[in-house]
């Protein structure tokens, strides 16, 4: 049994004769003749008997006709469906960001799926760098958007962005008249840092140790660039932060003020290993892409 044979046997099912259902089909009446004969063979009871010169369906033949039907209608769904996804992308995407990416570049990519793809359900999960590389390696999110630090092991990657960070300072700070913030202003500063492993923090200690200059008294360590804005902005200390980190915030609370020599963080664009990407899962990393 093959779907051509079924196709014969429905289109005769339809059109009431043999010459009917083969000009349907766009073949000859023996060969549609010959499927319905075959597809009796593989199936071991007549589909039709001739009265009258007409082909009548066998009641076997109707039961099994019910079917046919239903499969089609099935396939019927799945081109439906089909056509639903492709033409106005109904699916989800999942994505998790650190958080200094969370209020820029995100939202923009976001705004311009939806753009394309209205019908999308988009899930947004903000992380620390080394959650979302765990939840990306075990295929919970189509999308990672991490620091450079993350094992690499067993995700695909690529270099996102390499931001400058900045020295933020609390306004009126002694330090917010400067043009350009260097180590020996720093020194014995209070100082909102990123945790020891963050990759930012250990070279902005590295800078230090090759200047040769004490490091700035740090009194909070947090994961969060965030954290740093709000505790900076709280005129706890100076900190770190890139431009898109403090996008959305109200920048009237901080000044900024480049820091040298130039510290650059790196976030990676990460994704499931071996896994094939979906038509929606392509057009986000080109909103992201472009939304930088």
């Given at each position: 049994m093959n779907m051509r044979q079924?196709?014969?046997?429905?289109?005769?099912?339809?059109?009431?004769?043999?010459?009917?259902?083969?000009?349907?089909?766009?073949?000859?009446?023996?060969?549609?003749?010959?499927?319905?004969?075959?597809?009796?063979?593989?199936?071991?009871?007549?589909?039709?008997?001739?009265?009258?010169?007409?082909?009548?369906?066998?009641?076997?033949?109707?039961?099994?006709?019910?079917?046919?039907?239903?499969?089609?209608?099935?396939?019927?769904?799945?081109?439906?469906?089909?056509?639903?996804?492709?033409?106005?992308?109904?699916?989800?995407?999942?994505?998790?960001?650190?958080?200094?990416?969370?209020?820029?570049i995100v939202p923009k990519a976001i705004v311009k799926f939806r753009n394309r793809w209205p019908d999308a359900t988009v899930t947004l999960m903000v992380q620390s760098s080394r959650d979302v590389r765990d939840g990306v390696a075990s295929g919970a999110y189509d999308i990672g958007l991490a620091a450079d630090e993350i094992d690499l092991t067993g995700i695909e990657h690529q270099i996102f962005v390499q931001p400058r960070e900045l020295?933020?300072?609390?306004?009126?700070?002694?330090?917010?008249?400067?043009?350009?913030?260097?180590?020996?202003?720093?020194?014995?500063?209070?100082?909102?840092?990123?945790?020891?492993?963050?990759?930012?923090?250990?070279?902005?200690?590295?800078?230090?140790?090759?200047a040769g200059v004490p490091?700035?008294?740090?009194?909070?360590?947090?994961?969060?660039?965030?954290?740093?804005?709000?505790?900076?902005?709280?005129?706890?200390?100076?900190?770190?932060?890139?431009s898109y980190a403090i996008t959305g915030f109200d920048q009237s609370r901080v000044v900024l003020r480049p820091f040298e020599p130039a510290v650059n963080s790196r976030t990676l664009l990460i994704r499931p290993p071996e896994r094939p990407k979906s038509q929606l899962v392509r057009d986000f990393i080109d909103c992201l892409m472009e939304s930088r």
């Open positions: 079924i196709e014969a046997f429905a289109a005769v099912m339809k059109a009431g004769t043999v010459s009917r259902a083969a000009e349907i089909l766009g073949v000859s009446q023996p060969a549609v003749s010959r499927l319905i004969a075959d597809l009796e063979a593989s199936l071991g009871f007549g589909l039709f008997s001739r009265v009258r010169s007409r082909v009548v369906p066998t009641p076997e033949g109707r039961i099994f006709y019910e079917d046919v039907e239903a499969s089609f209608r099935g396939m019927d769904r799945l081109r439906s469906t089909a056509a639903r996804i492709r033409d106005s992308g109904a699916g989800e995407i999942r994505i998790a960001s650190l958080s200094s990416l969370s209020g820029s020295c933020a300072l609390p306004p009126g700070h002694p330090l917010a008249e400067r043009e350009v913030i260097r180590p020996h202003d720093l020194s014995g500063v209070d100082f909102i840092a990123y945790v020891p492993e963050d990759r930012v923090r250990r070279r902005f200690e590295m800078i230090f140790a090759e490091m700035p008294r740090i009194v909070v360590e947090t994961l969060y660039a965030s954290t740093v804005y709000a505790l900076v902005a709280d005129g706890i200390g100076a900190g770190l932060l890139t």
